[in-house]
């Protein structure tokens, strides 16, 4: 038997291969961000989502006639219009809450607790629908190069989830490095695609556009009001300004100035936004054949892969095929987003009580690894229960964040209000303004896609506002039961110690001499299986120990802890104040197989005596080569 044991580095190198090796906390200012790697990081879900923000208008517009397609254009402008309004919103929460924490902080800080939590319920939803619907849509943009890839929805939406947590694993200045390159690919394509299509429609007549879609779908709600399926065409288009927040929220990644860097990015993107939205949808009504089918359909192309192959001249096309490929990258890797996000807000909830503690604990790359991998669990499970389906998830997509946006800027007006050093004329009204108009926004979600699931996001957020509630009602009650009488220390009453003898060797022998440091009132436990070898062992143990008796325990039924379980209580019935230790020998083998060839009973003790109060279990450990 040898006294110290190296353990296996295999796994720390495997650790080290897939995150990186560890960062010292005096480094953490090299980990922030500039804005052109910020811009990939924090903007990723918002530009990506203009890959399909104009496919969801027009699929519902073709509902009411082929020619309500015509009105494509005129929904983006206000969408459009609303980009501008939120970002600017949100510039100005940039300045005011320049420590982050988005539309939780402000809503926590100005409209109160109950406002913050269901603000926090919200956005964690929209996240793990961030995550789900980025990595469908760039799924669904690979089918559309590669239709035979469309057996595989599932496998790749959960291996890519897991990809891009293994990369935010890694840090966020390294993962904003790796998705630089797939973000600024993606705005170069469909910049150099917008102009090819600029020059062929400024130099080709153009003809009548015809519009295919799936059989029976067009014209197929002509009988519902014209503005409810206008409205509703809208609000399926809003899923663009998902992810405008996300700048906001993460404001203290950036290095300093902080406020500057955050809100700098924060217009870039908007800007970068609002051209592709437009271009986009302008492109989309003027190719010479529009088809609209549901992405589970097999002939399914997505409208602007349509775009590509009109404006490169085919799907065959080395243009067409670098669009593809970009836009699925910034699709997928748009889920960062929520990575880099979803982890500081559960940082925040922990940190006020409403979520657990070990979600606001850094990990060893400095990135809150717990949040990480919850946030890739959730959004598997999601991804496997709606079979990766796009247009099953983007019903349930927008509803949160928009309900997390009115939080947000109806705080900051409060916070406009409260604050008497200045004048904030424009700036509560620009707050207000986008309060106003993000909270019509949620209503006309709400009521427009209630049928399609977005009852569920309600129903979702009211769990875990009572999640949040149980939690921090458990703090508290913890916080006031470990206070309560506090007196200064003092020693504690008598103890005695029980050793735990399986049998005789030199792991027992070692776990009786520390017994014996801890109190002369020490005595050794064993439970006998077979009578026949008790007259042996007494000799082997008076000859090996001197001053502690051995208690022999029988057990008629063959269990070895419940006579233990039995003695112990018996001990504490006798005398209720005093503290029993039992002493634990526990053997830990070098190699991780050896462990099946050891019967774990010390655990399964330290779990049935750890209801027990007065009672110490210490484990001693010998170590086996």
Known sequence: ??????????????????????????????????????????????????????????????????????????????????????????????????????????????????????????????????????????????????????????????????????????????????????????????????????????????????????????????????????????????????????????????????????SRTLLIMAVLLTTLVLGIGFFSLHIPRLELFAAKNPEYSTVLSQIAAWAFGGTKTIGFYIVQFATAAILILAANTAFADFPRLTSFLARDGYLPRYLARQGDRLVFQNGIILLAVAASILIWIYHGELDLLLPLYAVGVFSAFTLSQSGMVVHWRKDKTAKHTLSLSINFIGAVLTGVVAVVLLVTKFSEGAWLILVLCSILYYVFAAIKKRYESITRQLTANLKPARALPATSVLVLVPRIHAGVIQAVSYAQTLSANSRGLHVTLNPAGIESLKNEWASLVDGVPLIILDSPYRSLLDPVLEYVDAMLEENPDQVLNVVIPEAVPTKWLH????????????????????????????FLD
């Open 1 to 262: 038997m040898s006294q110290s044991v190296q353990r296996p580095s295999l796994l720390r190198r495997v650790k080290h291969v897939l995150f990186g090796t560890p960062i010292h906390s005096s480094q953490a200012h090299h980990e922030r961000l500039g804005i052109a790697t910020g811009l990939p990081v924090f903007a990723s879900d918002a530009l990506s989502s203009s890959a399909y923000a104009t496919e969801a208008i027009l699929g519902v517009l073709i509902l009411g006639a082929a020619s309500m397609t015509g009105l494509q254009l005129w929904i983006a402008l206000g969408i459009s219009l609303l980009i501008a309004i939120v970002a600017w919103s949100y510039w100005q929460t940039i300045h005011a809450y320049p420590s982050g924490g988005g539309s939780y902080i402000v809503a926590s800080d100005n409209l109160g607790p109950r406002a913050g939590m269901f603000a926090g319920a919200a956005l964690l939803i929209d996240y793990i629908l961030t995550v789900s619907v980025s990595v469908a849509a760039g799924v669904a943009a690979l089918i559309s190069a590669f239709p035979a890839l469309h057996a595989y929805l599932v496998p790749l939406g959960i291996a890519f989830t897991t990809l891009i947590a293994i990369m935010n694993l890694r840090g966020v200045r390294e993962s904003g490095a790796l998705f630089s390159l797939p973000t600024y690919g993606f705005l170069v394509s469909i910049f150099v695609m917008m102009g090819f299509a600029l020059f062929k429609f400024l130099t080709t007549p153009q003809a009548e556009q015809t519009i295919v879609g799936e059989p029976g779908a067009i014209g197929s709600e002509a009988h519902l009001p014209f503005l409810f399926l206008l409205t509703r065409a809208f609000a399926a288009g809003c899923t663009a300004l998902t992810g405008i927040e996300a700048v906001s929220d993460g404001a203290p990644a950036f290095r300093k100035p902080e406020a500057q860097n955050a």
């Open 595 to 622: 462990r099946l060839l050891q019967e774990n009973l010390a655990f399964q003790l330290k779990y049935a005596l750890g209801t027990r109060k007065n009672v110490v279990v210490t484990n001693v450990r010998y």
